[in-house]
């Protein structure tokens, strides 16, 4: 991957533009985002006169501190028709992005040794006209108990966030921890499954089945002119307006890549380079190396439409080398695949979103792994047809009552979506898909109530219900993408290419509930109680299961660690 160094660094090195400004990234949140995205919702299409379209994509996550300032400062203008809660919230987002808000949005803190808290974000802070400097700590502690074991479950996160930026045009982020973990027996399943701790990558065993884990983010990001931005870090991105992404989501573990982000006029084009790992052992050894290319196309067609275009491939080659063709930043990775004569595994799709009358938003993605339409016409259940689809709403105040909010989703993915031949071109990372927690093979139903009953308390509501296929140690149905398709069923001796329906072998039937109540101690602090029913039903008699876990946590600068599967 040295020539992702050298782009980047040629990069810097071009001419200053003295409009170019860049900064960091508000942290992947589904809370945090939960805020600004119902703001977009009510307030995107109200902008000044002779504004010009607003400039947050909310397809492309995460979103940059600036372009959310602008929109919190935006919702300043209707300050008459905010709830108390939503100027509780917008003055939470001014705070959180101060470094890119006008010098009146900004409110001191209460100092502590003069040096500390002396704003309302940050532990320590320090800028000059030419750098902004933050520095938080991170903490989780969070303890429970689950009805399927005996003992407390707990988590244990120590470290700290730093970033700043340099000049306007340089912004670094840094996020460290050291974790301890005892989880609920669901998520071992997983962990014992996949050989890996959900959202993390290498871990240790820890004292009696409990897991010892570092997390480590971090970028740089480089403003190259008014238009054009490029970063090169070790993180996580989200595609799409749902709760889920069936093409990109924050579920695998952080990985390496350079991203370009060119905005002009209504557009957004981002090109995402790669380096992944393409398995994992318990052993001294450098893991062997895959890579992802993507492209994606926004357009904001007025503030309330957005429609999106995508297009991913998956590929490794010998001794860990990049196939530079992929770095066109514009070309149809199809065609390179086929001039090149490989096998590599490439995606495409689009994903679309509508604003309805300032108070409800319609949104979905289609994700298109290989499409047969004699297929498709015959209903026959062939496995070549590989697609997921996702529709969803939400709906902001909900009859009227201010900071109820209600969102439903559907998500459903054809078997063996996902899965390539081996693990260096199917699309999972560090043992973990990419897109849906699930895999693929399933019908998922997802339903979240949010209400915000007075300032610092937040009460969320979720069900969550899918139907999925298991696959066993010895079948493969399609759902696990960690599995080669080439492994299916009849395949050989008969080379059946039909009857594969979604969830129809070993099906299995999960719902999982979540209960959670948050209190805002004070920025970026909380409080959390929250409950989990699961209630599982399927045709192996061994899955079968149900389960309550009741845990409450203490959480300062860090979100919710969700197991949604």
């Not at 000049?167 to 301890?180: I, M, V």
């Amino acid at each position: 991957m040295r020539w992702i160094y050298f782009y980047f660094f040629l990069f810097c090195l071009l001419p200053f533009s003295a409009a170019a400004q860049e900064g960091t990234y508000v942290p992947l949140d589904q809370d945090i985002y939960h805020l600004i995205d119902r703001f977009h919702i009510k307030y995107s299409h109200q902008l000044p006169s002779g504004a010009e379209s607003p400039k947050l994509h909310t397809g492309i996550q995460p979103y940059r501190r600036q372009d959310v300032a602008e929109l919190a400062e935006l919702v300043g203008t209707h300050a008459s028709q905010l709830s108390p809660q939503d100027q509780f919230n917008r003055n939470y987002l001014l705070h959180d992005n101060w470094d890119y808000t006008r010098r009146e949005s900004r409110q001191q803190g209460r100092p502590f040794l003069n040096y500390f808290f002396r704003n309302q974000a940050d532990f320590f802070h320090a800028e000059g006209e030419e750098y902004s400097v933050r520095v938080n700590p991170v903490l989780h502690l969070q303890g429970g108990l689950d009805s399927e074991t005996e003992g407390l479950r707990y988590i244990n996160t120590r470290g700290v966030q730093v970033e700043g930026t340099i000049n306007q045009r340089l912004g670094f982020y840094t996020f460290l921890t050291e974790n301890q973990a005892l989880f609920p027996e669901y998520v071992n399943e997983r962990i014992r499954r996949d050989t890996i701790v959900p959202h993390e990558g290498y871990f240790k065993p820890f004292k009696q089945n409990a897991y010892d884990f570092f997390t480590a983010r971090g970028y740089l990001n480089y403003g190259i002119s008014k238009n054009i931005n490029v970063q090169l870090g070790h993180d996580r991105n989200f595609i799409g307006n749902g709760y889920r992404s069936l093409i990109l989501s924050d579920y695998a573990a952080p990985y390496f890549f350079l991203k370009l982000n060119t905005q002009f006029w209504r557009i957004q084009y981002m090109n995402l380079f790669a380096e992944m790992n393409a398995d994992f052992e318990f052993r001294d050894q450098l893991y062997p190396k895959k890579y992802f290319a993507y492209h994606h196309l926004s357009v904001n067609i007025t503030p309330a439409v957005n429609i999106g275009l995508f297009e991913s491939v998956i590929f490794a080659r010998g001794k860990g080398r990049f196939e530079l063709q992929y770095l066109n930043p514009i070309i149809f990775y199809r065609s390179v695949e086929q001039q090149l004569g490989s096998e590599d595994n490439s995606l495409l799709g689009m994903d679309f979103k509508v604003n309805i009358a300032h108070t409800a938003q319609v949104y979905g993605q289609i994700t298109i792994d290989e499409f047969l339409l004699s297929a498709l016409r015959a209903r026959n259940g062939g496995w070549e047809n590989k697609q997921g689809l996702q529709l969803g709403a939400k709906y902001i105040d909900v009859a009227g009552i201010s900071n109820l909010d209600l969102q439903g989703e559907f998500n459903v993915v054809r078997p063996y979506t996902y899965q390539h031949e081996n693990r260096y071109t199917n699309y999972q990372h560090y043992q973990q898909p990419l897109a849906h927690p699930m895999g693929a093979n399933f019908y998922e139903y997802i339903g979240i109530l949010r209400y915000q009953p007075v300032n610092k308390l937040s009460l969320t509501g979720k069900a969550i219900y899918t139907k999925y296929s298991v696959d066993t140690d010895s079948s493969n149905y399609g759902s696990n993408v960690l599995y080669s398709y080439n492994a299916r069923p009849y395949y050989p001796p008969n080379q059946q290419a039909e009857g594969h329906f979604i969830a129809q072998d070993n099906p299995t039937n999960l719902i999982h509930l979540d209960l959670t109540a948050s209190w805002q101690l004070r920025h970026n602090m909380f409080i959390d109680l929250k409950q989990i029913i699961r209630h599982r039903t399927s045709s192996i008699a061994a899955y079968n299961n149900n389960a309550a876990i009741t845990s409450l946590a203490f959480r300062w600068n860090i979100p919710q660690r969700l197991h949604e599967f």
